[in-house]
C-alpha cells in the first residue's frame, strides 16, 4: 500500500552525448532487444551528470563486470547521467489491477511494472534488474511550424540559405 521507492539507474555517454544533455532533460528508456516503435520504453528524467569521464576500470567496479563495461564504453572512456525512472502512483495501480480501470487490462499492468511508459502498448515481459536499457534523450522541443518557418522564409527570399552562410564562413 505505499508508494513505490524511485528507481535511479545510470546511462552511459559519449562525450559529445555529454555535451548535449542537462538535468531534468526528458528520457525513454527501452529493454534492449525489443523494437522502441512496438513497445515504446519507460519515461524518465536525467537527475544527475558525472563531469568526469569514467575510466573502463572505473567503470566495469560499478557494474560489477568488465565484459559490461567494455560493451557500454568501447572506446576506453564514458560519462555517466543517472535517470529517475518514472513510477505509476500506488493509487492508479490499485484501481488496474483491480479492473476498475477498463482501458488497461491486468496483464498490461504486471508486464509493465508499475512504470510510466510512453504508450499504451504491452511489453512482451516485466523489466527486472539486470535488463539493459537503450536511452533516447530529448535535447528540446520544436513544433512543426518552428521547423517550417525557416524553409519558408529561404523560398520567399527573406533569409540567406544556410548553404550559402557557410560560402561566406569559408576561411581564406
Known amino acids: 500500500d505505499h508508494q513505490p521507492d524511485q528507481v535511479v539507474i545510470p546511462i552511459a555517454l559519449d562525450q559529445v552525448s555529454a555535451t548535449q544533455i542537462s538535468r531534468s532533460m526528458e528520457v525513454i528508456l527501452t529493454p534492449l ?14 537527475v544527475g551528470i558525472e563531469t568526469d569521464p569514467q575510466s573502463l576500470e572505473i ?13 557500454l564504453a568501447p572506446q576506453g572512456s564514458t560519462y555517466i547521467a543517472y ?24 496483464i498490461a499492468v504486471n508486464n509493465r511494472g508499475g512504470y510510466v511508459w510512453n504508450n499504451r502498448s504491452q511489453p ?13 534523450i530529448t535535447t528540446r522541443h520544436r513544433t512543426p511550424i518552428e521547423m517550417l518557418l525557416p524553409a519558408i522564409k529561404e523560398v520567399l527570399g527573406l533569409e ?6 557557410l560560402l561566406q564562413i569559408k576561411p581564406q
Open 124 to 136: 512482451p515481459i516485466q523489466p527486472r534488474d539486470g535488463f539493459l536499457l537503450m536511452a533516447q
Open 83 to 106: 535517470v529517475a525512472l518514472q513510477r505509476e502512483k500506488i493509487t492508479d495501480l490499485h484501481g488496474k489491477l483491480k479492473g476498475k480501470n477498463d482501458s488497461v487490462e491486468p
Open 33 to 46: 532487444g525489443f523494437n522502441r516503435a512496438e513497445i515504446g520504453g519507460i519515461k524518465g528524467t536525467i
Open 59 to 71: 567503470l566495469a567496479q560499478k557494474l560489477g563486470s568488465s565484459g559490461l563495461a567494455t560493451l
Open 160 to 165: 540567406t540559405p544556410h548553404q550559402f552562410e
